[in-house]
């Protein structure tokens, strides 16, 4: 079993930055692709960042890409989301998840581990 522990969220004024962690207990998730996804009020769960085990390519939504910053560090079991030039369109509910896949996938149905969110506003 993996468990999750997101953090990092807050409130932000439009243009600025956070930064997300996800930390990883239970097993090592060093094999495992590990992705963030986000949830607004009335919408459905959408794909933010993903990032292979193996040093394979990085996925970003259109959205965010150029602007977040998606990275994993094995050694320590966390993935990390630095997300710049935020936008008030950027508030949601944001979760890490794991999967044992052999690629990133965009569908939250591929992932079996997710972690409790963290919640994000950007103000304008």
């Known amino acids: 079993q993996v468990q999750l522990v997101d953090s990092g969220g807050g409130l932000v004024q439009a243009g600025g930055s956070l930064r997300l962690s996800c930390a990883a207990s239970?097993?090592?998730?060093?094999?495992?692709?590990m992705a963030w996804f986000r949830q607004a009020p009335g919408k459905e769960r959408e794909f933010v960042a993903g990032?292979?085990?193996?040093?394979?390519?990085?996925y970003y939504s259109g959205s965010v890409k150029g602007r977040f910053t998606i990275s994993r560090d094995n050694a320590k079991n966390t993935v990390r989301l630095q997300m710049n030039s935020l936008r008030p369109e950027d508030t949601a509910v944001y979760y890490c998840?794991?999967?044992?896949?052999?690629?990133?996938?965009?569908?939250?149905?591929?992932?079996?581990?997710w972690g409790q969110g963290t919640q994000v506003t950007v103000s304008s």
């Open positions: 998840a794991a999967a044992r896949t052999g690629r990133v996938e965009n569908s939250s149905h591929a992932y079996a581990y």
């Open positions: 239970g097993r090592t998730v060093s094999s495992y692709v």
């Open positions: 990032v292979p085990w193996n040093g394979g390519t990085i």
